[in-house]
């Protein structure tokens, strides 16, 4: 009896088979999301930190922000002449006709026109370039940069003037790595500076620099860091003289690019923040700024033809009643 009624009932149905495709564990979060396409996963690159990028220089470490932020702005009259005279050596001219600001006490701003003409040779080697400049005034700038190895360059920045001890000369000992930069400096005033930069990964680079000014019995260190992709550039500075900055560099597109940076000095509590823009027209490059004490500045670069641009320099400041109005033009490159 017990057996031919257990035969009589029909057994249980099976369960359901998973459906082709479905996860064995049943629908979760991935069950219920669609399946990603073939091919739109990627493997994740592992990073070879035994083979970084080198970093830039550490004096470069905020030079996109730089660009875009303290574009060369000048008041008056400015004509500028390169005259190559073969493919490594060039001579050019230079006129200037403005105001030159006087340090005062008050808060008016004190001008004094002036002029003056630069003479400068050039000349531009893979391994060495040497640039001079002689002015009316009596000045003279010379700079010098000698690859010395394929990792070694000696670099000099020389000024020379007729007024007593206001004459500056630089030696600069630069050695490039596979991944990494150091700078050692010499200068006049018994001033001895050392830097260092290491790529810490294919991104972020982090350095820190030294320096003592002998004839002052002052010294000094100070910190960085600098990350950058393709769209973006960070940059951080703190130093022990109080100067904490920062800089941030937004690449929109390939013609245009934001700015921004902020500076505090805990010695004298001051704050600054400026904003700035980069614009790359075909045919002229436009750069502005504007800070946070109400100063607006704009530097236009317009090239009119073949190795002649025509310049534009404005900047106002409001508050301080202090307008600066230029231009000047440029011939040869």
């Known amino acids: 009896m017990g057996s031919a009624a257990s035969a009589a009932v029909p057994p249980p149905p099976p369960p359901e088979q998973a459906q082709a495709g479905s996860l ?24 070879d930190y035994l083979n970084l990028p080198c970093p830039v220089p550490f004096e470069e470490i905020q030079r996109e922000a730089l660009m875009s932020l303290k574009p060369e702005l000048f008041e008056g009259l400015r004509f500028d002449f390169t005259k190559p005279l073969n493919q490594k050596f060039s001579l050019s001219h230079s006129v200037f006709m403005g105001s030159l600001e006087v340090p005062s006490q008050s808060t008016e701003t004190i001008k004094v026109p002036t002029a003056h003409y630069e003479f400068g040779a050039n000349f531009l080697d893979p391994k060495l370039m040497l640039i001079g400049r002689v002015m009316t ?41 596979s991944d990494y930069r150091t700078q050692f400096q010499i200068g006049n005033n018994a001033f001895y500076g050392a830097n260092y930069i290491q790529s810490v990964t294919p991104y972020l680079s982090m350095g820190a620099e030294i320096f003592w000014l002998g004839h002052q019995r002052k010294s000094g260190i100070g910190f960085a860091s600098r990350y950058n992709t393709d769209k973006m550039v960070g940059t951080l500075q703190v130093a022990s003289t109080g100067i904490v900055a920062l ?56 090239r009119l033809n073949m190795g002649v ?25």
Not at 24 to 31: H, R, S, T
């Open 24 to 47: 064995p564990y049943g629908p979760g979060l991935a069950g219920i999301l669609p399946p990603k396409p073939e091919g739109e996963e990627k493997e994740e690159k592992k990073v």
């Open 137 to 177: 005034d009596g000045r003279l700038n010379a700079r010098v940069k000698c690859d010395l190895t394929e990792n070694l360059t000696l670099k000099v920045n020389a000024q020379l003037t007729q007024e007593p001890h206001y004459s500056q000369g630089m030696f600069n000992f630069d050695y490039t790595g």
């Open 247 to 302: 800089s941030y560099v937004q690449k929109v597109s390939e013609k245009v690019a934001l700015a921004s940076d902020f500076m505090y000095n805990h010695m004298s509590k001051d704050v600054t923040a400026s904003f700035g823009y980069d614009y790359l027209l075909r045919q002229c490059r436009l750069r502005g700024k504007i800070d946070s004490n109400g100063v607006v500045a704009a530097y236009l670069e317009e």
């Open 309 to 333: 641009n025509f310049l534009l320099s404005a900047e106002i400041d409001h508050c301080k009643k202090n307008y600066k109005f230029g231009f000047g033009m440029t011939v040869g490159e």
